[in-house]
């Protein structure tokens, strides 16, 4: 039976890129979730009947959540829901779902990298049907329509057993319950030679995959340990837990601390990789060397056409604007355009809709390409092991002779989290005024050789964005960017990446904080951090 619930509107609810976050308290007050999913289906039009893709990442509230978009999606009318078992779907795989069998769109329950359980963060995100996160256009509407909501629909029948295999009747709409890995894997089949990939294991190359208990840990089992014979023991923290096991799921230096040392280590083996809560990002660590998500996407680019997916060449290369210029050397080589974004998959997913690049990556540890229209972090691990598997060197070496080739980008990102999110704007705007005094200034041997607010205009629907970081670029290819982040859920996270390059024939063997030692002092000195924002170091440095 359909009923119809009275409700008030909340005053929170304007999702961004990555859809709707806020700590799970919020989201289990009374209507919140339901109104936002009722948001988000009075935004849509000629879903009756259509398929709708449901799942995610398995953190505190997920169940629960998938249980309510369920009951509402078949009172609003969608004619069959294809559901992740267990409730467990990674974004990179939703997405990879939702365009192999055509589905309206998809929801996808999570909150990426930021922490889970009772007190952490969830999230709501609706993927369209091409894929990728849903427009401007359609999150404006889904922001309008939670301001005037005063009633959701949504049925009382029994839950939807989501741990078992197989259909079911919710109302008039059909449910599917499936396997979460199945269709992704094929995919991935037929983008790298998994033959040779295997060879390489057979060789007794070894591999360490921290899924940090979150959402590619049944990815990883069913992929590393079983179609490419990695053997048992090669992915740790494999079981998807609520809470990520106490952690914090975030691939980097320092929530992967234990990963890291054991790289650094006599006892490593010769490849390490990690990835997030959802499944989108991605660490890659070889024996004795951090490669940088910039090298990473710069080094993927430039040895894509190894693995049988890319075999015909790049069709271009995108980067997000804070993330280094590695990428951009390695596209001049291929002869190919490099673009560069704001922050936000959106703008990647116009570029690839358009044929326009066929790799993609931002800073952040997010790499991915046009087979689905999300970054993939399982993705980015088998096109290192593909591109390992054919040039039978070792990670250091190969980073190695890619910098002599390209050049060297030396590059950090300090990340000031949980700041005073007027103090941190009061900052903004005064690095903004700066900008037009900065040219031509002298730091040491420093030049500003331009300043400015990055705005970009979109190839594709020709849509134009402001304000999108604070860049200070100096002679001879440096580079100082100021961000205020969206993704957290408390205060602001001030974002200040800081980058030098190195020309092939310079010093490519620094030690990156060092080599970028003046650099991240006259950051601090600019934006007058300390002064302004009370923080005489970052919260995180990747």
Known sequence: ??????????????????????????????????????????????????????????RFFNREAIQVVAKIAAANGFGRLVIGKGGILSTPAASALIRAIGAFGGIILSASHNPGGPEGDFGVKYNIGAGGPAPEKITDAIFARTKTIDAYRISDAPDVDIDRLGTATLEKTTIEIVDPVAQYLELMTTLFDFGAIRALFASGFRMRFDAMHAVTGPYAHAIFEGALGAGAGTVVNGTPLPDFGGHHPDPNLTYARDLYDLMMSPQAPDFGAASDGDGDRNLIIGRGVYVAPSDSLAILAANATLAPGYARGLKGVARSMPTSAAVDHVAEKLGVRCYETPTGWKFFGNLLDAGLATLCGEESAGTGSDHIREKDGVWAVLLWLNILAQRRQSVLDIAREHWGTYGRNYYTRHDFDEVDLSAAQALMTALREATKTLPGRTFGALTVEAADDFAYHDPVDGSDS???????????????????????????????YIERYEQPSGDLGEETQAALADLVALSRELAGIEKRLGRTTPSVIT
């Open 1 to 58: 039976m359909i009923k119809t619930v009275a409700t008030r509107p909340f005053a929170d609810q304007k999702p961004g890129t990555s859809g709707l976050r806020k700590q799970v308290p919020v989201f289990q007050t009374p209507g919140y979730l339901e109104n936002f999913i009722q948001a988000i289906f009075d935004s849509l039009e000629g879903f009756a009947g259509k398929t709708l893709v449901v799942g995610g990442d398995g």
């Open 466 to 496: 402001a304000h999108q970081g604070i860049r200070v670029m100096f002679a001879g290819g440096s580079r100082i960017v100021y961000r205020l982040s969206g993704t957290g859920t408390v205060g602001a996270t001030l974002r200040v």
